[in-house]
């Protein structure tokens, strides 16, 4: 008996690995994330280990399919849907959006990051309400969701692109007075403002950014585990709990999935 019940705990075992390896073939589970996006996640300076919302949930997700994990940052938007498009990542971890959905598949929202308006200090323009209007130019991340949506939305006012998203260039453009505002996540620009002086956020959010866990197109077994991991992690408080232990500003937790439209 002893005999039997060993051996069925190993093929159980074993039909759990191969169940594994179907959905994450090299046996580890490999994501990434925007780099220079602290909203998902970021390098710790003393631990130099992968920290914040999407370091935890990929964590969660390695430990339900009982494999290792190996997460690391990419460069900007591009190198997140290009490395899960290619096959280089299972996951990555993106705001979701129509036109990169062209591209990969899509988890449901686990999270909102506010998106509002930088500008300097002594700017008349006070809220989210002051920025649609001729003449105005806005600096924005090339192809970052605030890009996109801003794109859909703006009637009058112009976009100034950032290739590479960089803040430090966006300072600079404001205090040259080359665009009237920088459009980015809080936290961005909570950071920025906190090493820069002359700056200040406006009040109100044009958009919450809706953080999603990318797949590769057609990868419907893996995008079922994702989805139903992020279901447990929004009712078990692990989501809203890596957002606070990562000190994050302006970022919520999205509601449950019934809730949400796209």
């Not at 039997?4 to 490999?30: E, H, I, Y």
């Not at 430990?63 to 997460?71: A, E, F, N, T």
């Not at 970052?144 to 430090?168: Q, S």
């Not at 980015?184 to 620009?189: D, I």
């Amino acid at each position: 008996m002893k005999k039997l019940l060993m051996a069925a705990a190993l093929l159980a075992a074993g039909s759990a690995t191969a169940a594994a390896n179907d959905l994450v073939p090299t046996g580890t589970l490999r994501a990434t994330y925007i780099g220079s996006n602290p909203v998902q996640a970021f390098v710790h300076p003393t631990t130099k280990e992968v920290v914040g919302p999407a370091a935890e949930i990929a964590r969660a997700l390695a430990q339900k399919l009982g494999v290792p994990l190996d997460i690391k940052g990419a460069q900007g938007v591009p190198g997140v849907i290009n490395s899960v498009k290619n096959g280089e990542a299972d996951i990555g971890f993106v705001a979701y959006d129509p036109v990169r959905a062209a591209d990969v598949d899509f988890s449901q929202t686990y999270s909102l990051a506010q998106n509002t308006y930088l500008v300097l200090d002594n700017s008349p323009l006070r809220s989210v309400a002051d920025f649609d209007r001729p003449g105005q130019r806005i600096g924005v991340g090339e192809r970052d969701a605030g890009d996109f949506f801003l794109t859909r939305n703006l009637k009058n006012a112009e976009l100034k692109r950032n290739p590479a998203g960089n803040l430090d260039a966006a300072a600079q453009q404001l205090k040259a007075g080359e665009i009237v505002a920088y459009a980015a996540n809080r936290q961005r620009l909570t950071e920025l403002i906190a090493k820069v002086p002359g700056l200040r956020i406006v009040d109100g959010n044009f958009y919450g950014v809706e953080q999603s866990v990318s797949v590769r197109k057609g990868n419907a077994a893996l995008l079922e585990k994702v989805d139903a991991l992020l279901d447990e992690a929004r009712t078990s408080g692990l989501i809203a709990a890596a957002i606070k232990r990562a000190g994050l500003s302006g970022v919520d937790v999205a509601p449950p999935r019934a809730e949400q439209k796209r």
